[in-house]
């Protein structure tokens, strides 16, 4: 390419960070356009490796190349284990889709602008691209004034929240939240998000213009819009170029949108600009243009790399977080993992909690002998316990005392007080020790009352949801902990 520089695959220049291996030959089975080619990238990559025993990353580009030569790749033994994969990746994909197709027209029912991007907007944009393009979660945008409504349809619609936190407690962070995963069933599974970047991409002004440039489509009958093909672009590059390649069709669908056309690459290059993703999309940019053959403009490649070249040390870490996982040694794994804790540093700024999130640390019983329930007024073991309120108002300290059972693992333990639809406080303790058994832990924080209360609930949490709690090893280190409430004391505040 006229006016491009050489890309060295030496640290840390671009082409270090490319695809290598058998990823780089899977790609290339998708992207390439010559076809002998492509399918001889296929036919070596189905003749070095087990389907079996590569992971969802090769999955997801197996049905991209199964969706592309079909029955051209019949004379491999493994095609009918191909075609299997194929069929059950779309089925879940299209189960996923009929779970979140209420969701969605609930939400626009509402009055909320439903924005569809990574996969799903691109199978909005072609329905017919869910033979190769897997989407088994959909992510959802929505601007932060309809977060509230969106995450109602998504609380009454039984979608359970993936952290474990009850509902009352999410509701009163929403502000605070770039996105947040919900489940239901089997395979119904959304992302909703209010900020389509993370916080170390920030943009005021374009957190506004991406919903200025956005188009209609169509998702399951339902009206919603997909970005634009520069925001589409920038958005796979932000999501998937910094994250080691723990997904890889996100440079397919980058080849797709440019080949479908319709890019304003001065958007592209502004968001790159506005955003720091200059890094990653060099990364990815000269890995699709130099490498696979698809058409990236010299000018805007050439920008690119200006940029990218620009950001110093900068540069150094994002190529670290940019390399595919399955290239990492030793030393790139610590090297990656300080980089990355680098940048979630930053991420974690971006929105402040509101109230704010701090927690009530349960301590372990300090005394001689553990505090016992009066034989008659022992507490059963509970999931919940009510805790009366006293009948004044204004604020007053809460002493909670439990008696819990911890499994013999080492785990969080996670409670909740909250009123009707209205958080409190989250209480948490660490089990440290794998030894298990019996603990006393108390809980001291400040609470606020308006005199109408009558009761709190103190509920157990899990640390983590699941679909189904069927492994006791999960339940052990992840559920719900019941316990004995030993006593609720309200003092004045001092």
Not at 3 to 14: A, L, T, V
Not at 150 to 174: E, H, K, N
Not at 242 to 265: K, M
Not at 354 to 362: K, L, M
């Amino acid at each position: 390419m006229a006016g491009i520089r050489r890309i060295s695959r030496r640290f840390p220049d671009y082409g270090w960070s490319w695809p290598t291996g058998g990823l780089d030959q899977l790609l290339k089975a998708a992207l390439l356009v010559d076809e002998d080619a492509a399918a001889g990238c296929a036919m070596q990559w189905l003749n070095a490796n087990d389907i079996d025993l590569v992971s969802f990353r090769e999955h997801r580009l197996l049905a991209a190349i199964c969706d592309r030569f079909g029955r051209k790749l019949a004379g491999q033994s493994a095609y009918p284990r191909l075609v299997g994969l194929q069929k059950m990746l779309w089925t879940k994909s299209r189960m996923a889709m009929r779970e979140a197709e209420p969701a969605l027209q609930a939400m626009t029912d509402s009055g909320c602008l439903v924005m569809l991007i990574k996969g799903a907007s691109r199978i909005a944009l072609n329905a017919s691209a869910q033979r190769g393009r897997v989407a088994h979660d959909i992510d959802i945008l929505v601007r932060p004034q309809d977060m509230p409504a969106a995450f109602g349809v998504l609380r009454d619609g039984d979608w359970q929240i993936a952290t474990g936190v009850s509902p009352q407690y999410l509701r009163t962070r929403l502000a605070s939240l770039r996105s947040m995963n919900f489940f239901k069933g089997s395979y119904g599974d959304i992302d909703l998000h209010q900020l389509a970047y993370d916080g170390s991409q920030q943009s005021d002004e374009d957190d506004q213009a991406i919903w200025q440039r956005a188009a209609t489509a169509e998702f399951s009958g339902v009206g919603v819009l997909v970005p634009s093909p520069a925001d589409r672009i920038a958005l796979a590059i932000a999501h998937g170029g910094l994250d080691a390649h723990t997904h890889s069709d996100w440079l397919v669908d980058c080849a797709v949108a440019i080949r479908t056309g319709g890019v304003d690459w001065d958007v592209f290059l502004d968001v790159v600009a506005r955003r720091g993703l200059a890094v990653a999309a060099a990364v990815a940019l000269s890995y699709l243009a130099l490498d696979v053959g698809v058409t990236v403009p010299d000018k805007v490649l050439a920008r690119v790399l200006d940029m990218a070249d620009r950001t110093g040390l900068a540069r150094w870490s994002a190529v670290l977080q940019a390399k595919p996982r399955t290239d990492f040694g030793r030393l790139t794994w610590l090297s990656r993992g300080f980089a990355k804790q680098l940048r979630l540093r930053r991420k974690s700024g971006r929105l402040r909690q509101e109230p704010p999130a701090r927690a009530w640390r349960g301590r372990a019983w300090r005394g001689r002998q553990a505090p016992r329930e009066p034989l008659e007024g022992q507490s059963p073991l509970a999931f919940s316990q009510t805790i009366p309120c006293p009948a004044t108002a204004g604020e007053m300290m809460l002493d909670i005392t439990i008696r819990i059972s911890v499994p013999p693992v080492r785990r969080r333990i996670e409670m909740e007080i909250n009123v009707g639809d209205d958080h409190v406080a989250r209480l948490r303790a660490m089990a440290i020790s794998r030894s298990g058994g019996e603990r006393v832990l108390r809980f001291r924080g400040k609470v606020t009352f308006d005199g109408r209360q009558h009761a709190l609930t103190l509920e157990a949490r899990p640390s983590r949801q699941f679909r189904q709690w069927d492994d006791q090893a999960t339940v052990a280190a992840y559920g719900a902990l019941p316990f004995h409430l030993v006593s609720a004391i309200f003092s004045p505040l001092r």
